[in-house]
């Protein structure tokens, strides 16, 4: 069986990050923080947020940005539009949303609001635009209340 390579990884932690909130719950632990070692094709030495040698791999920034966007944000909603997951979350200054898809597609942000920044699922900030093209990946978007 063939695992995730690491950008699916960071996807995957991203969104079961978001998931996970959404559904109420209070803390997100990841197992494991570091490889158990080098062995690529061994699934069990490769769950880690870094390498053996101690090198982030992408999920390592996947949760740091998933922990920072999220952080003392209440879930408001989960909605599934076809392929496309959205997670909303309030904090007491504003709304983040998160949103990915398992289909390439595209979202229009006028329903958001007025959209204040966009961050990828590795903590870049992305342009404003009217729509964003929604993948695999994590994007968080922050909007006013």
């Known amino acids: 069986m063939d695992g995730l390579d690491p950008a699916q990884a960071a996807d995957f932690l991203a969104q079961t990050y978001s998931l996970a909130l959404a559904s109420g719950v209070k803390k997100v632990f990841w197992y ?43 879930p408001v909603s989960f909605e599934q539009r076809g392929a496309t997951s959205i997670t909303t979350f309030s904090t007491e200054e504003f709304l983040v949303t998160a949103i990915w898809s398992s289909k390439e597609t595209t979202f229009g942000l006028a329903e958001l609001g007025d959209i204040g920044r966009i961050v990828d699922q590795y903590g870049a900030d992305q342009p404003l635009t009217e729509a964003i093209n929604v993948t695999p990946s994590v994007a968080y978007i922050v909007s006013d209340r």
């Open 32 to 74: 494991n923080y570091r490889d158990a070692g080098p062995e690529r094709d061994m699934a069990e030495s490769n769950f880690g947020l870094v390498d053996f040698r101690g090198f982030p791999k992408p999920a390592y920034a996947a949760y740091a940005t998933s922990a920072t966007m999220l952080e003392f944000a209440e």
